[in-house]
């Protein structure tokens, strides 16, 4: 159980388009779906927080204009990078947790690729 | 200071050896304690997860948690090559909804 699944798993795009990632936990509700960021051989670093129904809440540093975090159901979040830039290039994941969040389960990530 | 300390390796242990990942912590709220395997290129994956202090064992690997020393860890018996991989710990308190991960630690297991 506790499956989440991220789509898509690779892209690449242009600089200056908008690339959207879906995250779903197929087996579970999730009331709290997280996002993050990782770079080669660094640690997460989470990006937002967004529970169902409500904004989602935006880590210091984190331009909440550049990344759109839609959590419109309790099994789907979207993190949409708006103008993508090269730096934008990054491994993004996502987790999701239910009830009194006691741990979180991780998606696949998505590999992006601004060029 | 860091909510969670652990150190980053790398470790390089020869197959078969008895691997031992820690972390250390400094807030006492903290009652769920996780720890993740990452592959390269990977999601972390939910290895092991505990709630307050205790062992806790599920084939190869023992977690254990001492809260009156804030430390936990990760054992890994009879160690294979497919566990080379990153090992993050993670853990949360009660109330809020906030988790802290360790910056990872790499392993790699020689056969």
């Known amino acids: 159980g506790a499956v989440v699944s991220q789509h898509p798993s690779r892209v690449i795009c242009k600089s200056g388009t908008s690339v959207k990632i879906e995250c779903r936990s197929l087996?579970?509700?999730?009331?709290?779906m997280f996002w993050y960021r990782q770079f080669p051989k660094q640690s997460l670093m989470l990006m937002a927080t967004?529970?169902?129904?409500?904004?989602?809440?935006?880590e210091q540093g984190v331009e909440k204009d550049k990344f759109l975090i839609n959590h419109a159901s309790l099994t789907l979040s979207t993190l949409t990078v708006t103008s993508a830039h090269p730096e934008d290039s990054s491994f993004y994941i996502c987790?999701?947790?239910?009830?009194?969040?006691?741990?979180?389960?991780f998606g696949p990530g998505t590999r992006l690729l601004v060029l | 200071q860091k909510e969670v300390e652990q150190d980053p390796g790398p470790l390089s242990v020869p197959e078969g050896a008895i691997v031992s990942l820690n972390c250390t912590y400094s807030?006492?709220?903290?009652?769920?304690f996780m720890w993740y395997r990452q592959y390269s290129r990977k999601g972390p994956e939910l290895l092991m997860y505990?709630?307050?202090?205790g062992n806790k064992e599920d084939g190869r690997f023992t977690a254990q948690v001492d809260k009156s020393s804030k430390y936990i860890s990760l054992f890994i018996r009879d160690s294979q090559p497919s566990d080379s991989a990153t090992y993050l710990c993670?853990?949360?308190?009660?109330?809020?909804?906030?988790?802290?991960f360790g910056t990872g630690t790499s392993l790699t297991v020689i056969p």
């Open positions: 987790s999701a947790s239910w009830g009194g969040a006691e741990t979180q389960y």
């Open positions: 087996d579970f509700q999730a009331t709290t």
């Open positions: 967004s529970n169902e129904g409500s904004k989602a809440t935006y």
């Open positions: 807030n006492s709220a903290f009652q769920y």
């Open positions: 505990t709630y307050s202090s």
């Open positions: 993670a853990m949360s308190a009660p109330t809020g909804n906030q988790f802290y």
